[in-house]
């Protein structure tokens, strides 16, 4: 019942390598006596600070490499790939991933987009040297303290002098480096600036760190820039584009970040699966509950529909670059509902034991209260949804999908294939959606349950463009309304389902992944958030679908598309 896969070139190879190195070194995440196990990573999140013996792991493994492009000395060549080997340290602790990683690449991505030569191979210089970095990514103007929380920066001839405050940075006071959207006499601008790290930063008052509810071990606090001693910072690009070039990065980070959280839900749901086989037979919680049986499948299901999301919107930024935009705020807008809900779902199985912060389940409280802060940043639902509804205003006026066998790159999740990320063209204007467009044709080839569900879908999709029609054809003066924020609601939802179907469709020539089961219970999922009354949970695909959720745990591998080999001891 485990996933086969078709072959794979050396790119795929040194992925599947990468990961089971990390996997190997960290070991067995329930094993009492791992001194990287569950319970070191939860005394270290109780006293709020990351786990020195992970740190010095990951410094072995060279992880920051990842967040470098191969052409710089790095290992970065692919958004997928990057979020599947940071999905091994997510999956022990979220503030590990965020913190000692995801940070420094979200800093890092945009020297890569807008650096010189020199700026470039610097900041690969630091990462490559286990140095990390940090950034402030221009917020939202309705924030309450927007006036009262910013950062200004005036050319002196050698650089920008820059002075104000941010409030929340992750890892400020070890960053070597900083990222920073200013205000500058041209507009918000993109600068690069020495950290309190640095000998060079001169001018940075570190804030008092911040307490957060999730990701405890992350040191979030501010930093002041002193005006009597200002620090430099150089540009990034050109003065006056940051709002441009955060918008350009956006589909580089959305995607990528929420992908490996992911991991993050993977060891929720062992945890409850773990929970649920422990239990006796008539306990409500046991595995011979159908509630409980059912809450299971559709975590598992849930993580397979958040899984081909994710490989879809990290797949565009080498595939679809014009479309990157609109696909990663899918991503980020949808995947922390869903996650949410799912979390929901199993502590309603784990009950008291959803609470526990010592004992053999505790690692699951900690997860829940983790997840929510990785969908959180000036990026967040709102920016997100606003994105989907510039996307629903255009659709009437969007072709359908194009070249089929291009388009197939996007689905196969063990393809390397992939051209290199073209960041410019994220910025110009799509004259297709792909996504949508493709899911009538994956309809047509389906059969039995997973025709049903891709059948409802369709006649959504019906529904979706008349929708965005009438939207489209009001009044340019008209707000829009409840109406619009809808439809971006059910257009997310069809995009996760064409995103399945496409999966699916393409998928390898054996193992779990070419079998219908999967494919028809993940668009069930998907269309009964659609209309619940449209189509009904199929009992034969839902009873593989738990056969290899058990296999799975018995066999420690992952929840995910990949069925990855976990740490054994």
């Known amino acids: 019942m485990t996933t086969v896969v078709d072959p794979v070139d050396s790119s795929e190879v040194a992925v599947q390598e990468r990961i089971a190195r990390l996997e190997h070194d960290f070991g067995d995440l329930d094993d009492p006596g791992n001194p990287l196990g569950a319970q070191q990573f939860l005394a270290a999140d109780e006293g709020q600070r990351l786990l020195p013996a992970a740190e010095r792991l990951l410094d072995r493994f ?29 999956r022990r602790d979220a503030a590990l991933g965020l913190g000692y990683g995801l940070t420094s690449y979200l800093a890092a991505v945009v020297v890569w987009t807008a650096g010189t030569p020199g700026q470039r191979r610097d900041t690969a210089g630091l990462l490559l040297a286990q140095g990390r970095m940090a950034c402030a990514y221009p917020e939202p103007p309705q924030r309450n303290d927007f006036l009262h929380n910013r950062l200004t920066a005036v050319p002196d001839g050698s650089g920008y002098r820059i002075a104000g405050r941010k409030d929340a940075f992750n890892n400020a006071a070890r960053a070597g480096a900083l990222v920073l959207f200013a205000d500058t006499p041209d507009g918000l601008s993109a600068l690069l600036a020495p950290g309190p790290a640095d000998p060079d930063g001169a001018g940075i008052r570190l804030l008092p760190r911040r307490p957060t509810v999730g990701v405890r071990g992350c040191a979030v606090q501010g930093l002041a820039f002193d005006g009597d001693r200002p620090a430099t910072g150089r540009l990034l690009g050109a003065a006056g584009e940051g709002t441009r070039l955060a918008e350009h990065v956006f589909p580089l980070t959305r995607s990528a970040g929420l992908s490996m959280a992911l991991g993050c839900a993977d060891t929720a749901l062992r945890t409850t699966t773990a929970f649920a086989r422990s239990r006796r037979q008539r306990s409500p919680s046991s595995l011979h509950s159908s509630r409980t049986r059912t809450a299971l499948v559709n975590a598992f299901t849930d993580l397979l529909v958040c899984d081909c999301l994710s490989l879809v919107a990290t797949r565009a930024a080498h595939v679809l670059p014009r479309e990157s935009r609109t696909l990663a705020a899918v991503a980020k807008y949808l995947l922390p509902m869903i996650l949410t809900e799912t979390m929901d779902d199993l502590s309603i199985v784990l009950g008291s034991e959803a609470y526990a912060t010592s004992g053999s389940y505790a690692i699951f409280q900690k997860t829940a209260r983790d997840l929510p802060m990785l969908g959180l940043g000036s990026a967040g639902a709102s920016a997100s949804r606003a994105v989907l509804v510039g996307q629903l205003l255009r659709l009437p006026s969007l072709a359908g999908a194009g070249d089929d066998g291009g388009l197939a790159r996007l689905f196969r999740p063990f393809d390397a294939g992939l051209p290199p990320c073209e960041v410019g063209e994220n910025g110009l204007p799509a004259d297709r959606d792909s996504l949508l467009g493709s899911l009538e044709e994956s309809a047509r ?62 998928r390898p020539a054996g193992g779990f992944l070419a079998g219908p089961d999967w494919a028809a219970t993940a668009l069930t999922r998907v269309a009964g958030r659609l209309d619940r009354s449209a189509v009904r949970m199929p009992a034969e695909p839902a009873d593989h679908l738990l056969a290899e959720l058990l296999h799975r745990f018995d066999d420690a591998r992952s929840y995910d598309l990949y069925a990855t080999a976990l740490g054994r001891s």
């Open 62 to 90: 060279g992880l920051n490499a990842e967040f470098v492009p191969a052409e710089l000395g790095g290992r970065l060549d692919r958004l997928d790939a990057l979020a599947r080997v940071l999905r091994a340290v997510f």
């Open 445 to 506: 080839h389906a059969e039995g349950p997973l025709a049903e569900a891709a059948g409802v879908l369709v006649a959504q999709l019906g529904a979706l463009r008349e929708g965005c029609a009438e939207l489209a054809a009001r009044p340019a003066a008209q707000q829009l309304g409840p109406r619009a924020y809808a439809l971006a609601d059910r257009y997310a939802l069809l995009v996760a389902g064409a995103a399945c179907l496409g999966v699916w469709r393409h």
